[in-house]
């Protein structure tokens, strides 16, 4: 291909893009296509000549697009938002037009350089402690991970290495193998699935405790654990809690966490995946409580702030711990300005050799909105769900299963959980919008996070007429299905009379 036709791939690709985006309401949420019907429509084989740009943008339009479920539709409200803005598409095209990676700094100085730019950007933006900031005295700083999951892993594994390490060094009677099997760390039964699979990974039980009524995990459940298993013979290491948990957005309370993690030398890692955006909002300040406490954060800028998956922020209080700790050198990575400060080899920081240019779609997304267009798509979004829960509370058929929490609304219609159930199983079919299910205490209950590039309030009330009308008929239908099992087990009833009246005159 040449830069001509390049350039006119990439027009018609724009156009493609903004055709898709612009009308992404005409179409279901939810794709129609049942299982292999998109690889049934695919060769099995790389074409053995190349093909024309054009009949691959049309296959897209025509095979690929029926099979996607739309996460940028404003009627997805399934899970946390996967967001995305122009800036960070035209960023995310450039990173790949540029197509550099930038494991050490020699790699690509300016892949490194924009990173500490921007994540000491997006720290003072959300009003993180300054000891998180690399232009900061100390070994704090940020980097951008690819996911909330890799973040952790990187905290746990981390976390794991120092315990080790400073157990080698209190008990150089016991070997390495037996200090490892005496390792073990905690989270919160709310936590999300990647927080227990970080454990598997890192071969190291994680311990889910048990949150509260409110589901909120407190100091004094970590440390009733942490004391038995001490007592035990176990070596606690990390706790992680979480800042906006997937099922109902609920703050784990870090100040009586961090109490007891400072008393127990136990790493403490927040994940603020979905909710640490609102670090940045004056109203939300409360949620920041205790940040000053913590080894490490994460929050997912593709979650809540405008760039596209995958982008996930992560801060060290001690990078060296993390660095210490993962630190493989070859002859090959090796250069001469190693080990300045302001200038760190990321590769340290995180699980794999190579590494995206993904500060610069963060740095373009920054740029296009500001900082003040950031915070009022965060206010859009809480805006919304207020709308949608004041409709909630509107309705008696309805009831909130736990207060609403930034973009998220999650409730359930009143009665047993069958009723809930089907009303999903409706909305599913009908594909119109997209929400899961989730259980707390055997109660059945929908979440309704705002998602979509551009949600409005019509969306909210589209979704709204679409939830109520299915809940109108699936009752009336309950209702003619309950007539007629009356009226069939009155038919029943007269027809056992009647033949017993026939019985009788037999005999
Ligand atoms: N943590 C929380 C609280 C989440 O809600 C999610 C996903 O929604 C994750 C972690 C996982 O995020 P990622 O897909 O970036 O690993």
């Not at 009733?224 to 809690?241: F, S, T």
């Not at 033949?499 to 005999?507: A, G, P, Y």
Request: aromatic share 8%; glycine share 6%.
């Amino acid at each position: 291909m040449d830069f001509d036709e390049f350039r006119d791939f990439g027009h018609a690709s724009i156009e493609f893009i903004i055709n898709y985006l612009s009308n992404i309401r005409e179409r279901n949420v939810l794709s129609s296509v049942v299982p292999h019907e998109v690889i049934n429509q695919l060769p099995r084989q790389i074409p053995e000549q190349p093909e024309h740009w054009r009949q691959v943008l049309d296959d897209l339009e025509h095979i690929i697009l029926p099979g996607l479920t739309h996460w940028q539709s404003p009627y997805f409200n399934a899970f946390y938002p996967s967001s995305t803005s122009a800036g960070s598409i035209i960023g995310e095209l450039l990173i790949a037009g540029i197509g550099v990676l930038g494991f050490s700094w020699i790699c690509s100085p300016a892949c490194t350089e924009l990173e500490v730019v921007v994540m000491d950007w997006l720290a003072k933006f959300l009003k993180l402690p300054s000891h998180f900031l690399h232009e900061s005295e100390g070994p704090g700083g940020g980097v951008i991970q690819g996911s909330a999951s890799e973040a952790v892993l990187v905290a746990v594994l981390a976390a794991r290495e120092q315990a080790v390490r400073r157990e080698r060094e209190c008990h150089p009677e016991q070997s390495e193998s037996e200090i490892r099997g005496k390792l073990i760390a905690y989270s919160s039964d709310q936590s999300n699935s990647c927080i227990e699979k970080a454990g598997v990974l890192a071969a190291m039980p994680i311990k889910l405790l048990p949150a509260g009524e409110d589901l909120v995990l407190r100091g004094a459940a970590l440390k009733e654990a942490i004391e038995r298993d001490v007592a035990a013979g176990l070596i606690p290491v990390i706790c992680v809690a979480t800042l906006g948990t997937t099922g109902t957005c609920a703050y784990d309370d870090i100040e009586s966490l961090a109490s007891i993690c400072e008393q127990h030398q136990v790493w403490l890692h927040v994940d603020a995946a979905y909710a640490g955006g609102a670090f940045a909002l004056d109203e939300c300040a409360e949620l920041r409580r205790g940040l000053d406490r913590v080894d490490s954060l994460n929050f997912n800028l593709h979650k809540f702030m405008l760039v596209n998956f995958d982008c996930s922020a992560m801060w060290l209080r001690d990078a060296n711990k993390v660095i210490d700790s993962f630190n493989v050198d070859r002859i090959y990575l090796k250069h001469k300005h190693e080990g300045q400060t302001q200038i760190p080899d990321f590769r340290h920081w995180q699980i794999p050799l190579g590494r995206r240019f993904r500060a610069l779609k963060v740095w373009i997304t920054f740029r296009t909105l500001g900082a003040q267009g950031l915070r009022a798509h965060m206010r859009k979004h809480i805006d919304l769900a207020i709308q949608f829960e004041n409709l909630v509370k509107a309705d008696e058929r309805f009831e909130l299963v736990a207060p609403r929490a930034l973009g998220l609304v999650c409730f359930r219609a009143k009665g047993d959980n069958e009723v809930t159930s089907q009303l999903l199983q409706r909305l599913m079919e009908r594909k119109k919008i997209y929400m899961v299910k989730a259980e707390h205490r055997g109660q059945l209950f929908l979440r309704f996070v705002i998602c979509g590039m551009d949600p409005k309030p019509s969306d909210i009330q589209f979704a709204w007429s679409e939830i109520e009308t299915q809940l109108t008929s699936l009752c009336a239908e309950q209702q003619v299905n309950a007539r007629k099992a009356g009226e069939l087990s009155e038919l029943t009833h007269h027809l056992s009379g009647l033949q017993l009246t026939n019985e009788t005159l037999q005999r």
